[in-house]
């Protein structure tokens, strides 16, 4: 079975903080995909990043960096200098890497993130 | 191009009835899959498609909850005698075919509410 925690419920920032948001995931699988999804107030769920488990090189994209450590089962997230607009709720995601087939998604329970000025 | 669509964007049913939850997805996607987020359950697998199969339907809550897909685009999901625990937003995503991709891409989602 799969099981993704996002053990932070809520965050609460001051614009230009650095924040991390963590993630940790159980899987029997070998080989698999983890997630970040973004669900601002509007409700759509925005795809950020998709890492797959045989590639454990940390990854940049303007202010948003993820951290992949296989060896604690670790998926997190910083945003650098926080913005306002970076408020929402933010899932981690795990799906099996099956040749063949597509595979659903398990996500975390979410963690919700405020940012103020 | 056009992300994936839902319609309606909201439901307002009563207890007892039938609806019918639709899912466009993007142009080319051959993999398509129905989620509910409630709050009591945050967000859960229902079913996926491959085509017009259904090769995982492993996460519908029961017998009143069924989908289909035609020309392997336009799904619809339907909820037979809808009870108030079925009050929740139900999403659908895409992902490209299988040699490519698996990312998931959503649509806005159906808000459904049974009084």
Known sequence: AQKVTQAQTEISVVEKEDVTLDCVYETRDTTYYLFWYKQPPSGELVFLIRRNSFDEQNEISGRYSWNFQKSTSSFNFTITASQVVDSAVYFCALSAHNTGTASKLTFGTGTRLQVTL | ?115
Do not use: M
Request: aromatic share 8%; charged share 20%.
């Open chain 2, 1 to 115: 191009g056009a992300g994936v669509s839902q319609s309606p964007s909201n439901k307002v049913t009563e207890k007892g009835k039938d609806v019918e939850l639709r899912c466009d997805p993007i142009s080319g996607h051959t993999a398509l899959y129905w989620y509910r987020q409630s709050l009591g359950q945050g967000l859960e697998f229902l079913i996926y498609f491959q085509g017009n199969s259904a090769p995982d339907k492993s996460g519908l809550p029961s017998d009143r909850f069924s989908a289909e897909r035609t020309g392997g685009s336009v799904s619809t999901l339907t909820i037979q005698r809808t009870q108030q625990e079925d009050s929740a937003v139900y999403l659908c995503a895409s992902s490209p075919p299988l040699a490519g991709i698996k990312t998931q891409y959503f649509g806005p989602g159906t808000r459904l509410l049974v009084l």
